[in-house]
């Protein structure tokens, strides 16, 4: 019976790995997907604009090449064409090589983007659903996506509302959202509209 008590006592701890108080951050788990999509199945639009999207690829956001057909004279100072045509890309499945290579997006529909209401700040874009409704996931490629393009705010952010009476809010694509999109992205408080 001691003997037994021994060797089960032994076999527990011969893994090897000593056991410590102290905690250890090691960082995210190394992926074993690529992350990047090569040759020329990047998308099966093969004709339009270029833009870049961000999908997700393990727990992050990956940056990734896509062709919209968006039209070729964009309305004067007006965001909505493309934040439209930029939304439809991150509703959409991604291509087969694009999960293949790991790929995969959070943005669920039914989703669409207008414009500001009067009194809005410049360049801001209301979503049919509040910001805060969609999971973080979500959001943060939407506002990744739409920060780094024409329809962005300028310095990596986007100005962001729903469909109600409440104030857009400016959010701010970062490093750090990129690398944790589960995380809340980070924003700032804007003056509310004036009624229409």
Sequence with gaps: MVAAAVVTAALASGCGIRTTSVPV?????????????????????????PVQVFLLCGSQLEEVD???????????????PTASALLAQLLGDPSESERQAGFSTAVKGPLVVTGGYKGDPPATLRLSRQPEDLTPTALSQIVCTLAHSSAGAGEASVVLGGPGPYPPRRYACTTELKERPESAAPTTALPSPSPS
Excluded at 66 to 80: C, N, S
């Design 25 to 49: 951050d090691a960082g995210a788990a190394p992926s074993r997907v690529p992350c990047s999509v090569t040759g020329d199945g990047v998308t099966t639009q093969t004709t339009g604009v």
């Design 66 to 80: 896509r062709r919209t057909p968006l039209p070729e004279e964009k309305a004067d100072g007006d965001p909505v």
